[in-house]
T-cell receptor
């Protein structure tokens, strides 16, 4: 019963470094999402993938890239980290319709110095 | 376009007293509405959802919410707060088929005092 699994849990980067956040789900969901959470701003959508092989920009995509590796896995890459990308990142998965709830991972806390 | 406003950023209640978290929304279509809870250092967990069925929705852990279209509100309530209810709560709106386009409120931090 893993649900949505994110790695790593914590990461500290220097400005300009790159890294990839990994996400996997075992619920056979078609859709997967990456959000960032900043104090007082709720969650904001970075990218999403409606199905295997497709990805689309969300509200705040600049500075990020994504890969939908297969139905289970959806990764988020920071090519050149900036202090403004210090945040908590959540991966989520769900069915295709907006009426279905999302299932969230436990988050990755990223600090960029 | 859809949006959601949580009217209180912080709510403090005594254990055993009622909890009220207020949420107003705007949506161009018939919305789906959700409440999620986030405990410290955890992901978000679904409390309840409204998807055009009954307007009074019951969720987990004794929470319920009422959809009021005339007031564009979806307030979350619980009759008696428990210490374990201390967490952050998010109201979320979706325009039905616009998956991936969920709009989150800014969150309400709930503190429960003994």
């Amino acid at each position: 019963n893993a649900g949505v699994t994110q790695t790593p849990k914590f990461q500290v980067l220097k400005t300009g470094q790159s890294m990839t956040l990994q996400c996997a789900q075992d619920m056979n969901h078609n859709s997967m999402y990456w959000y960032r959470q900043d104090p007082g701003m709720g969650l904001r959508l970075i990218y999403y993938s409606a199905s295997e092989g497709t990805t689309d920009k969300g509200e705040v995509p600049n500075g990020y890239n994504v890969s939908r590796l297969n139905k289970r896995e959806f990764s988020l890459r920071l090519e050149s980290a900036a202090p403004s990308q210090t945040s908590v990142y959540f991966c989520a998965s769900g069915s295709m319709t907006g009426q279905s709830p999302l299932h969230f991972g436990n988050g990755t806390r990223l600090t960029v110095t | 376009a859809q949006s959601v406003t949580q009217l209180d950023s912080h709510v403090s209640v005594s254990e055993g007293t009622p909890v009220l978290l207020r949420c107003n929304y705007s949506s161009s279509y018939s919305p789906s509405l959700f409440w999620y809870v986030q405990h410290p250092n955890k992901g978000l967990q679904l409390l309840l959802k409204y998807t055009s069925a009954a307007t009074l929705v019951k969720g987990i852990n004794g929470f319920e919410a009422e959809f009021k279209k005339s007031e564009t509100s979806f307030h979350l309530t619980k009759p008696s707060a428990h210490m374990s209810d201390a967490a952050e709560y998010f109201c979320v709106v979706s325009d039905g088929d616009s998956w991936g386009k969920l709009q989150f409120g800014a969150g309400t931090q709930v503190v429960v005092t003994p």
